[in-house]
């Protein structure tokens, strides 16, 4: 260990000297303060520090994201290109310790810098507020809607019912003789299945949409519950607005009449505007002692139109579940196995080609990362028309890429102060170490037969 401990050592002071890293450092320390004082939002308070955060986070990602390909790529490679690393292999030190070392200098600095740089970002954050004039309205609603961790219920989908309806229609076209011949059965299905989906959460006018939930569990009874959702119209008004009335609370209750009532439910009537996120909140006393929660909405009859749900954003209920500083730890813990990622990557494509090319591979994964849910689609595409050849050469592959994009993007947590669950940080993480010690192994077994004294051209 003292051996692999000294070349990470030296690795993470080469590096800290580096201009690239001076420059780097030097880059955030001057536009993190500088966006603190210039984002804005939307004008309001939460609007301000949610840009904030999501400029300074991203910031801080990508930039240390480059540093350390250009570092994990630069720092192997020099050594063999200058012939520093002949009087390293011959001294009583294994060539897989070696490349241990080299990986954990770069993970030094990244622990390092994303330390010092996240706390930047979490005490600008913190005192926002208070370089700007802030009421005490705003100061409420950025302390339920931003510093807090709130846990998410959303839409579930029952895959067998749709497939059923699905099913029930496909057959009932095939018996009027309305099939289109010319399309394929799989097509057809997946436009049946899709349609099924959207009915599943739409209402015409004087209909209802109820979403039910079990073993919801609010920090707080006296804290707030927070109904967030977007809906479209079959029809779209000529002012884009739709008026509804939304029921939130236990409504089993009212099966049993007025004497039976243990805890509130609340009717809430509202006009929004389709095709645009909203948000409203409703006292947490609405969640029944056993955890249940309906939450209903009734399409008022003067709209004329189906009041439609997309089933990825058009709702969740959102409630406190955890703090605000543990959440963004959570997101640190996450872009630092992501750095953790890039390292290894950096090291390991270095013990077998030169500093051009892995530089240029390591962008591209990253960048492949950051659309890995576009490049994964892509490919499963694919997969449906060679299945077996996909499935045992090309899908291996697609595992190992990494992924920075959709659930795997911190900002999409913060912003919105969602919780990120403990079960999910791990696995991600876990996945993300996983192979970077895959990265880490191939590279031992490569350095370990690679002849250093050779030429490579």
């Given at each position: 260990?003292?051996?692999?401990?000294?070349?990470?050592?030296?690795?993470?002071?080469?590096?800290?000297?580096?201009?690239?890293?001076?420059?780097?450092?030097?880059?955030?320390?001057?536009?993190?303060?500088?966006?603190?004082?210039?984002?804005?939002?939307?004008?309001?308070?939460?609007?301000?520090?949610?840009?904030?955060?999501?400029?300074?986070?991203?910031?801080?990602?990508?930039?240390?994201?480059?540093?350390?390909?250009?570092?994990?790529?630069?720092?192997?490679?020099?050594?063999?290109?200058?012939?520093?690393?002949?009087?390293?292999?011959?001294?009583?030190?294994?060539?897989?310790?070696?490349?241990?070392?080299?990986?954990?200098?770069?993970?030094?600095?990244?622990?390092?810098?994303?330390?010092?740089?996240?706390?930047?970002?979490?005490?600008?954050?913190?005192?926002?507020?208070?370089?700007?004039?802030?009421?005490?309205?705003?100061?409420?609603?950025?302390?339920?809607?931003?510093?807090?961790?709130?846990?998410?219920?959303?839409?579930?989908?029952?895959?067998?019912?749709?497939?059923?309806?699905?099913?029930?229609?496909?057959?009932?076209?095939?018996?009027?003789?309305?099939?289109?011949?010319?399309?394929?059965?799989?097509?057809?299905?997946?436009?049946?299945?899709?349609?099924?989906?959207?009915?599943?959460?739409?209402?015409?006018?004087?209909?209802?949409?109820?979403?039910?939930?079990?073993?919801?569990?609010?920090?707080?009874?006296?804290?707030?519950?927070?109904?967030?959702?977007?809906?479209?119209?079959?029809?779209?008004?000529?002012?884009?607005?739709?008026?509804?009335?939304?029921?939130?609370?236990?409504?089993?209750?009212?099966?049993?009449?007025?004497?039976?009532?243990?805890?509130?439910?609340?009717?809430?009537?509202?006009?929004?505007?389709?095709?645009?996120?909203?948000?409203?909140?409703?006292?947490?006393?609405?969640?029944?002692?056993d955890g249940y929660?309906?939450?209903?909405?009734?399409?008022?009859?003067?709209?004329?139109?189906?009041?439609?749900?997309?089933?990825?954003?058009?709702?969740?209920?959102?409630?406190?579940?955890?703090?605000?500083?543990?959440?963004?730890?959570?997101?640190?813990?996450?872009?630092?196995?992501?750095?953790v990622f890039l390292?290894?990557?950096?090291?390991?494509?270095?013990?077998w080609v030169g500093?051009?090319?892995?530089?240029?591979?390591?962008?591209?994964?990253?960048?492949?990362?950051?659309?890995?849910?576009?490049?994964?689609?892509?490919?499963?595409?694919?997969?449906?028309?060679?299945?077996?050849?996909?499935?045992?050469?090309?899908?291996?592959?697609?595992?190992?890429?990494?992924?920075?994009?959709?659930?795997?993007?911190?900002?999409?947590?913060?912003?919105?102060?969602?919780?990120?669950?403990?079960?999910?940080?791990?696995?991600?993480?876990?996945?993300?170490?996983?192979?970077?010690?895959?990265?880490?192994?191939?590279?031992?077994?490569?350095?370990?037969?690679?002849?250093?004294?050779?030429?490579?051209?």
């Amino acid at each position: 260990m003292g051996r692999i401990w000294a070349v990470a050592r030296n690795t993470f002071v080469s590096a800290i000297r580096m201009k690239t890293a001076i420059v780097f450092m030097a880059m955030l320390l001057i536009l993190l303060p500088i966006l603190s004082y210039t984002s804005t939002g939307d004008g309001t308070a939460i609007g301000r520090v949610q840009s904030f955060v999501s400029y300074g986070m991203g910031l801080v990602s990508f930039l240390l994201s480059m540093l350390t390909i250009v570092v994990s790529c630069y720092t192997l490679s020099s050594d063999v290109k200058h012939k520093r690393v002949y009087s390293v292999v011959t001294k009583p030190i294994r060539r897989f310790e070696f490349v241990i070392g080299k990986a954990m200098g770069v993970i030094l600095l990244d622990l390092l810098l994303l330390a010092v740089f996240s706390a930047v970002i979490y005490g600008l954050t913190i005192y926002m507020p208070r370089f700007a004039k802030t009421s005490d309205e705003e100061l409420v609603r950025l302390k339920n809607e931003f510093f807090t961790a709130r846990a998410s219920l959303k839409m579930t989908i029952d895959k067998q019912e749709i497939e059923k309806q699905a099913y029930d229609v496909y057959n009932e076209l095939v018996r009027t003789g309305q099939l289109d011949e010319s399309r394929s059965r799989e097509s057809v299905m997946t436009e049946l299945r899709n349609a099924a989906k959207y009915n599943m959460y739409a209402a015409g006018p004087g209909g209802m949409v109820l979403w039910e939930f079990q073993r919801v569990k609010p920090f707080d009874v006296n804290e707030s519950l927070f109904i967030r959702f977007k809906f479209n119209a079959a029809q779209t008004p000529a002012d884009k607005n739709l008026y509804g009335v939304w029921y939130i609370g236990d409504s089993r209750q009212t099966q049993g009449g007025p004497e039976t009532m243990k805890t509130p439910i609340y009717q809430i009537p509202r006009k929004d505007v389709v095709d645009t996120m909203q948000e409203f909140e409703v006292p947490a006393d609405a969640v029944a002692a056993d955890g249940y929660l309906a939450v209903g909405f009734y399409n008022e009859p003067m709209n004329n139109t189906a009041v439609i749900f997309p089933i990825e954003d058009g709702f969740e209920v959102l409630y406190k579940a955890g703090g605000f500083g543990g959440n963004f730890i959570s997101a640190i813990l996450l872009m630092l196995a992501r750095l953790v990622f890039l390292a290894c990557l950096g090291v390991s494509l270095t013990t077998w080609v030169g500093f051009p090319v892995a530089i240029l591979c390591s962008l591209t994964i990253f960048f492949t990362g950051v659309i890995n849910g576009f490049v994964v689609q892509s490919f499963d595409y694919l997969g449906q028309n060679m299945a077996i050849f996909y499935n045992v050469t090309i899908k291996p592959v697609i595992w190992l890429l990494p992924k920075f994009d959709q659930n795997y993007n911190v900002n999409k947590y913060l912003i919105d102060a969602r919780m990120i669950k403990y079960g999910f940080l791990a696995m991600a993480a876990g996945v993300l170490l996983l192979k970077s010690l895959i990265l880490l192994l191939v590279g031992f077994l490569i350095f370990a037969k690679r002849e250093l004294a050779k030429v490579v051209i």
